[in-house]
């Protein structure tokens, strides 16, 4: 049985999915429709058949497709994982490396093999690294008007 969310395979006696935890609603078999055959004017002799195991069984069920999940974070469980602390000092360690933690952020920000926690906090700091250098650029125009003002009117007088 297949969770209707996530798309996580789950044990047939589960009532909450594990990987998602949406309640489990048991599926009720589906009995296949046989049309009858059509009966030929001519009678003719029957011959035994014997049937196979794989006439006997169902299909299997269809597993559902949700668009929200198939992006590549369920097709393998590590990406959805939170992270431990080991890989979180191991982050801060490479962010300190000047044009390093540049590149590894926008590796980690733009790819599609990366932890999603690892990826979300790459976006965090990139947005905060803008965010201070829109200050610092603002910052720095104040400065300077006030420098030439200052100057301005110290010789002025």
Request: aromatic content about 10%.
């Amino acid at each position: 049985m297949f969770c209707e969310k996530c798309g996580k395979e789950i044990p047939e006696n589960s009532k909450f999915c594990s990987g998602c935890g949406t309640k489990v609603v048991p599926a009720e078999p589906v009995e296949p429709v046989v049309e009858p055959e059509p009966v030929a004017e001519v009678e003719q002799i029957a011959e035994p058949t014997t049937s196979s195991k794989a006439e006997q069984t169902p299909p299997p069920p269809i597993q559902p497709v949700s668009s929200v999940y198939s992006t590549g974070y369920n097709s393998k469980g590590n990406l959805v994982k939170p992270l431990s602390i080991g890989a979180y000092i191991g982050m801060f360690i490479l962010l300190c490396i000047p044009i390093v933690n540049l590149i590894m952020l926008l590796v980690w920000s733009f790819s599609d093999t990366v932890n999603i926690n690892k990826k979300h906090f790459a976006i965090a700091q990139l947005i905060m690294i803008l965010i201070g250098i829109l200050l610092s650029i603002g910052f720095a125009i104040v400065m300077i008007r006030l420098g030439y003002g200052w100057y301005n009117w110290r010789f002025n007088f």
